[in-house]
């Protein structure tokens, strides 16, 4: 039986190797407790970085911070070989939380209601597991902390104009998800994400009172025909075959019981995986806008933005990544999703090199019903730390070697 020495005594390469992974869980339990309870807003994730930087300063490495409140760090592995970018988002979101954790947010208002904290956690758990086994491992690694993965245009546009992938070979990213429990992990070999597109449409007329409407347009109605005649572009306009999503998310028109509005707004969003069904949808609520205010004869303006773009994975890379998932948790374990209609900025680094994005399980069916991303009482299994941070050890090991 192999023996090293651990704290001055010798034990079983195999107790040391329990040993070490209790270290690095307990470490990156505490980290992503710590940054839950001190969440910050994209762009000003300022003491989250601090944090950040003064761990990976402990692990004896020398990160740097770029655009404001991100941070950068190298790590070089005993033999040169590729370098492997891992990226961690790390801004919350504007909620109350409701989880019931001990270690709830201290900061009103604020919350990591989407796992932004168990993803910066892993990664600096990938960290201090590279920083001690470096002189067995290849290549470079590359550990990025993003913000502002939550607010388009977002963080990642920014950290690459800051030349975040220069000399990068392969970049890998994961997202925590309650629609896995925890031990499992979702692949896509496709898309991952959508097109995350928003806009805004508005209608004005002249108003007046409610007894007589022939004497004004009432943009009220005039909205609702909107919204109706929209709900044909995807049922009647797209390929049957190509995904795609058009959702009304907020219609604010009037005041007064009595009164006929003068102004009508509304705000939505549209998903599709492929471009050219994007600028299709897009033209026709153009177009859609352009005719209803003819026909009813009123004004109006219409704005569209473009967000974040679709999330294409490299398939070799999604292999890897699998092959590295199927080692930490089973072959059985491995799920392959539909992608998701939500957006996701990893997009941009995928649109520059070779990459993925996996899904990490992390709900507790004990915890009974599921409380999603973005939810006041959503939670994270902390025994998905462990699993997170494993996958992303194996991928890289492979990926540093792979040509």
């Not at 969440?39 to 300022?46: D, N, R, T, V």
């Not at 740097?64 to 409140?69: F, G, L, P, S």
């Not at 994961?174 to 979702?186: A, E, N, S």
């Not at 896509?188 to 959508?194: F, L, P, R, S, V």
């Amino acid at each position: 039986m192999a023996l090293v020495v651990s704290k001055g005594k010798f034990v079983s390469e195999a107790d040391s190797n329990k040993m070490n992974r209790a270290s690095i869980n307990d470490y990156m339990v505490r980290v992503r407790r710590h940054i839950h309870q001190f969440p910050e807003l994209s762009f000003k994730e300022f003491e989250t970085a601090s944090f950040i930087e003064s761990e990976l300063r402990a692990l004896g490495l020398s990160p740097r911070k770029v655009a404001e409140t991100g941070v950068v760090a190298d790590l070089e592995m005993a033999r040169s070989g590729k370098t492997v970018a891992v990226r961690a988002d790390i801004d919350a979101l504007p909620v109350d939380e409701e989880s019931g954790e001990p270690f709830a947010s201290r900061n009103t208002g604020v919350m990591h209601a989407c796992g932004h904290d168990a993803h910066a956690a892993m990664v600096l758990g990938l960290a201090k597991e590279l920083a001690e086994r470096k002189s067995e491992l290849t290549g470079r690694v590359r550990l990025i902390f993003q913000p502002a993965e939550e607010s388009p245009p977002g963080g990642a546009l920014k950290l690459i104009e800051a030349g975040v992938l220069e000399g990068v070979d392969y970049i890998i990213g994961q997202h925590v998800t309650t629609d896995l429990t925890v031990g499992h992990v979702g692949i896509n070999y496709g898309y991952g994400a959508a097109i995350a597109d928003h806009f805004t449409v508005s209608f004005t007329g002249p108003g007046g009172h409610g007894a007589r409407p022939y004497q004004t347009k009432d943009v009220l109605v005039v909205a609702s025909a909107y919204v109706m005649l929209c709900q044909t572009i995807i049922s009647r306009m797209i390929e049957a075959s190509e995904p795609a999503v058009l959702t009304f998310g907020t219609f604010e028109s009037g005041f007064r019981y009595n009164v006929i509005a003068s102004k009508s707004e509304l705000t939505g969003t549209v998903r599709a995986y492929n471009p050219a069904v994007r600028d299709l949808i897009r033209d026709r609520l153009r177009k859609t806008h352009e005719l209803v205010c003819k026909i009813y004869e009123c004004e109006g303006n219409f704005e569209y933005f473009e967000g974040y773009p679709s999330l294409l994975n490299d398939r070799t890379i999604s292999e890897v990544v699998k092959e590295a998932s199927e080692a930490v948790v089973g072959k059985e374990h491995v799920e392959f999703p539909p992608p998701t209609m939500g957006g996701e900025d990893f997009a941009y680094y995928l649109q520059r090199v070779k990459g993925t994005f996996f899904r990490l399980g992390v709900w507790n069916i004990a915890w009974g019903k599921i409380a999603g991303q973005h939810s006041p009482k959503h939670r994270v299994d902390e025994r998905s730390l462990d699993i997170g941070e494993r996958i992303l050890f194996e991928s890289f090991r492979r990926l540093s070697v792979l040509e």
